[in-house]
């Protein structure tokens, strides 16, 4: 998975490409290229290198790179090693075809073989197949067009006109690359420059391209991010379609159909402070402190006054399955305690990519719910069509507009979390489950009234997220500090808080590099009890404090004190009224009280503040932590 941006316009391409990609860098960051066309000169000015977007915007001038037309990338190795070599952009044979790509092509060895043994390959990547293709593609093209024998760009014309809205050598060019693209299995968003053609080809297969739109000039992108500094006027691609975007005009066709007209300009409403740190020193602080923010935004527009609407009918006698993958597949998990909660009905949750390979049967009774901050992770876009190809109704809880999950499910409801830069996800899962328990009061199908004082206290989350922010930060940081010093930590809770502990582990191994474990608090005693030490400290979640199932409240005390019992020190999180812990544990960090199924919200909002905190302890690189990237479009 990679981030690819393309230009074409007036300006100098190079600040703006490189400021483009150093805003979509989270789609992937071990290595980088950026090729830039000088039609007026004839010539191409191409970098690859390892090193991050911001050292190329300090040391790559735009006297040796000009020109008005550009295309970059930011990568995520899938096929070869992160090195220059494999970095983007790919040429064909006489380097006069550039390809950026986000994707896979799963055939490419065999195009190669079948196809491609005369040409010289300089990658190892999956991705070179395509400036191949397109280069032999369009010599065919040529042949049969006009009496040249040698294929270049610059010295072809061809007078018959196609298309009223291409000229002859767009539709040439065109032709040939939406040829090459059929021989593609696998998946796509591509941008390709041609060298002497003053526009950029964009064509997508189940990855996401937006087109910005600008005054004389025009912008591609795998992601909105890196377009807002320059427009908020974006056109999403569809799947399938092909882009011919010149700085003045767009040409877009679907199969061998135009449909320049029906792909309408969306608004984007997130302003470029929105997409930026904001005075925070990580994207994933800033986006812990919109938490609360996320919560209201959520929660507006799908809580009226006239009740819960959530843009979509959902029978309450259905059967629910839940897919996802990561903090999302843990949102899920939440979501399964939730509905059961509210609204008695049961739910499966089954991660994506066990669910796409194993031999689940599911009626055409059952709704599936996939959720995917990102709308784009290949395991559950993955499973959404195998829950299509059951006859089940989907619906997919998403955080980005128009992405791929959007166009398969048959619903969407969207989280409303704004941009999330960080890879680990933190609004976007408070979001999720704000999303889930407005499911489950939706699918109780009770009158408003019976749920009048629930729905006030759902209201009150934003307020108790900043709570915990504004009260709670200042403990959490010196715990912080105290659990940076050790390599293994287990986080244990109960019930609704059980994949929250997961979500606590998931966070800091990720970020900090710490080895974290989450664990049903019930369930160290048969096994991990023989790792406890004074060296493994257990962050557990005290449930049931409040309102909520006293037994519950009592059995996680018991499992805290056999923990402490074994020598591992234990942090508790708990609700401000409960002063009974304390007595038993190190430290306590305490959230504001709330009805027990609603606690996974201050403690997600503390445990995301410790994760933080303790990585930054640490001097890891939090927003972009080693091998993960933000959305994996790679099963
Ligand atoms: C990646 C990210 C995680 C995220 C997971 C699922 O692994 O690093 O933060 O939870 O993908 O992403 P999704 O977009 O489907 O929620």
């Not at 300089?122 to 009496?147: C, G």
């Not at 792909?263 to 997130?270: D, F």
């Not at 923010?293 to 399955?321: H, M, P, Q, V």
């Not at 989280?415 to 109780?444: N, W």
């Amino acid at each position: 998975m990679c981030g690819i941006v393309g230009y074409v316009g007036e300006r100098a391409a190079l600040p703006i490409l490189l400021g483009s990609l150093q805003r979509i860098e989270y789609r992937g960051y071990d290595s980088c290229g950026i090729l830039v066309q000088d039609n007026a000169s004839g010539e191409v000015h191409l970098y690859k290198g390892l090193e991050p977007i911001a050292s190329l915007i300090q040391n790559l001038d735009v006297s040796q790179f000009p020109g008005t037309i550009g295309i970059g990338h930011t990568r995520w190795a899938t096929h070869g090693i992160p090195s220059k070599r494999n970095a983007h952009p790919h040429m064909d044979c006489k380097g006069e075809i550039a390809v950026v790509h986000n994707g896979i092509i799963e055939n490419f060895q065999s195009l190669k073989d079948r196809f491609l043994s005369s040409c010289q390959f300089r990658s190892e990547t999956d991705t070179e197949v395509i400036p191949h293709l397109i280069e032999k593609a369009l010599m065919k093209a040529m042949k049969a067009h006009t009496h040249h024998k040698d294929f270049s760009p610059l010295s072809y014309s061809y007078s018959h006109s196609h298309s009223q809205s291409l000229t002859a050598d767009e539709w040439l060019l065109k032709e040939a690359i939406r040829e090459s693209l059929s021989y593609l299995a696998g998946s796509y968003a591509i941008i390709v420059a041609v060298k002497g053609f003053d526009g950029l080809i964009a064509a997508r297969k189940e990855s996401p391209l937006i087109i910005g739109l600008g005054d004389r000039e025009n912008f591609i992108a795998s992601d909105v991010p890196a377009v807002l500094e320059q427009t908020n006027r974006v056109i999403y691609l569809e799947e399938g379609d092909l882009a011919v975007v010149k700085k003045d005009r767009i040409y877009i066709e679907n199969g061998a159909v135009e449909v320049t007209g029906r792909r309408g300009a969306s608004m984007i409403p997130w302003t470029i402070e929105d997409a930026e740190k904001g005075g925070y020193e990580h994207f994933m602080l800033k986006e812990i402190h919109e938490e609360p923010k996320a919560i209201i935004d959520t929660l507006r527009g799908y809580l009226t006054e006239d009740g819960i609407n959530l843009g979509i009918e959902i029978r309450s006698n259905i059967k629910i399955l839940m897919v996802a993958c990561g903090t999302s597949y843990y949102a899920a998990l939440c979501g399964k305690y939730i509905i059961e909660h509210l609204a008695g009905i049961p739910v499966r949750v089954e991660l994506a990519s066990e669910f796409n390979y194993s031999d689940f049967v599911l009626g055409d009774d059952v709704t599936v719910i996939a959720i995917t901050q990102s709308g784009e992770t290949a395991d559950t876009l993955t499973a959404l069509k195998k829950a299509k190809r059951f006859g089940c109704r989907t619906v997919a809880i998403t955080n980005v507009l128009g992405s791929s999950a959007t166009r398969i499910a048959d619903d969407t409801i969207y989280i409303r979390a704004g941009p999330e830069i960080g890879v680990a996800a933190t609004k976007s899962f408070i979001a999720q489950l704000i999303i889930l328990y407005l499911l489950g009061f939706y699918l109780a199908m009770k009158p408003e009234h019976e749920f009048e004082e629930w729905i006030e206290e759902l209201k009150r989350m934003p307020q108790l997220a900043q709570m915990v922010l504004d009260d709670a930060d200042a403990e959490i940081r010196q715990y912080a500090r105290y659990l940076a010093g050790f390599e293994d930590v287990f986080f244990v809770g109960r019930g609704v808080n059980l994949p929250v502990a997961f979500e606590g582990a998931l966070k800091l191994k990720e970020i900090s590099y710490i080895h974290a474990e989450g664990y049903a608090a019930g369930e160290l005693k048969h096994g991990p009890f023989a790792l406890l030490t004074q060296d493994t400290p257990v962050v557990a979640i005290l449930s049931g404090g409040s309102d909520g199932d006293s037994s519950i409240y009592e059995k996680t005390l018991g499992n805290i004190k056999e923990i402490k019992a074994r020598g591992a020190p234990v942090i508790v999180i708990t609700v401000k009224s409960d002063d009974e812990v304390e007595k038993y544990v190190d430290a306590v960090i305490h959230v504001p009280d709330t009805r027990d199924i609603f606690s996974p919200i201050p403690t997600t909002v503390a445990l995301h503040l410790l994760a933080y905190w303790t990585a930054r302890t640490r001097g890891c690189e939090i927003d972009k932590p080693r091998n993960l990237a933000k959305s994996v479009t790679v099963e």
